[in-house]
């Protein structure tokens, strides 16, 4: 039986290793490169193999931040990630790269009004910036369901606030809960699945997100998913590949080969599947390779202390 510290180290080293092998085909079309096998690094920032991009980066500030407030701190995540952006804090390379555009309009207007949801609200700018990182927040929330989902929610906010984007986050970190918690990937996955019960009843997802907590992906064959940039499309893409596969390398590898926005594609379904497989289910020489792997498994015990402990 799996246990809860090999679910949360494995929640975190899942969405680096998904990052990390994602990175190698990042921007290109579907079709238009040999499928990735394995985890060999290259990609448009010429990384390392085991290095990640700055979806880890972000998450590991988040998680860092839970750590040192002992809970959530809008300020001092908009803190972080400044500190990630100008001095390329939590970074593989000691240097910030590959920030998307929706999150540095957000830490610019920070940096100006100093209001910590500084996230634009524009269903345009709904991206997968927050999913990419969100598992510290399910983690360190994890003895309450429902504060983790709502606080997933606002932990969008910062850099993210259209509702498609919050939304994607409150869902997922349902699913990484029940994960956590043990539960079934039949019952993961099954319509309006919600580790509070009656949640989506009294506080309802958007209807991009309700459709796919509706198993949307189930019905559509490979060429009719996205791994875009785009939050909804980015959601579907990795809850396709962790329902449609039976172990971590095989989910990861699907993710990563659709293309376009592959390391965060891969690094959302990496939250989900690592939180459900266990570490031990995530491959040995994939764990070996990743930067700062050690540091990554630290946040994670603290978390699930912080977790336990019912902080």
Request: glycine residues 10%; proline residues 5%; negative net charge.
């Amino acid at each position: 039986m799996t246990s809860l510290e090999s679910r949360f180290r494995g929640a975190l080293v899942g969405l680096a290793i998904g990052d990390a092998v994602g990175t190698t085909v990042e921007f290109q079309a579907p079709g238009t490169f040999t499928p990735v096998t394995d985890m060999v690094g290259g990609g448009p920032f010429g990384l390392k193999p085991g290095q990640w991009t700055d979806d880890t980066s972000m998450a590991l500030c988040l998680a860092q931040s839970l750590i040192d407030c002992r809970g959530f701190d809008a300020r001092d995540q908009q803190e972080k990630y400044l500190r990630w952006w100008r001095e390329g804090y939590m970074s593989s390379t000691g240097r910030c790269f590959d920030i998307g555009n929706t999150v540095r309009g957000a830490l610019t207007r920070y940096l100006q009004f100093k209001e910590p949801f500084a996230g634009s609200t524009d269903p345009h700018s709904a991206g997968n910036g927050s999913i990419m990182r969100l598992a510290p927040v399910p983690l360190f929330y994890f003895s309450n369901p429902e504060q983790a989902i709502h606080l997933s929610g606002e932990s969008s906010r910062t850099t993210h606030q259209a509702r498609t984007a919050i939304d994607a986050c409150r869902y997922l970190s349902a699913l990484i809960v029940g994960a956590l918690r043990g539960s079934s990937k039949e019952a993961l996955l099954s319509p309006d699945y919600s580790p509070a019960p009656g949640l989506w009843g009294s506080k309802p997802l958007c209807s991009e997100i309700a459709e796919i907590a509706n198993g949307s992906y189930r019905h559509k064959t490979v060429n009719q998913i996205r791994g875009s940039g785009y939050v909804v499309q980015s959601l579907e893409a990795a809850l396709w590949a962790f329902a449609t596969t039976e172990s971590f390398k095989e989910g990861c590898l699907a993710a990563v080969n659709l293309g376009e926005d592959a390391d965060t594609t891969a690094a959302v379904y990496g939250q989900l599947a690592g939180a459900y497989h266990g570490l031990e289910n995530i491959p040995e020489g994939w764990r070996k390779k990743i930067t700062d792997l050690n540091e990554i498994m630290r946040m994670a015990d603290d978390l699930a202390n912080s977790a336990v402990l019912g902080r």
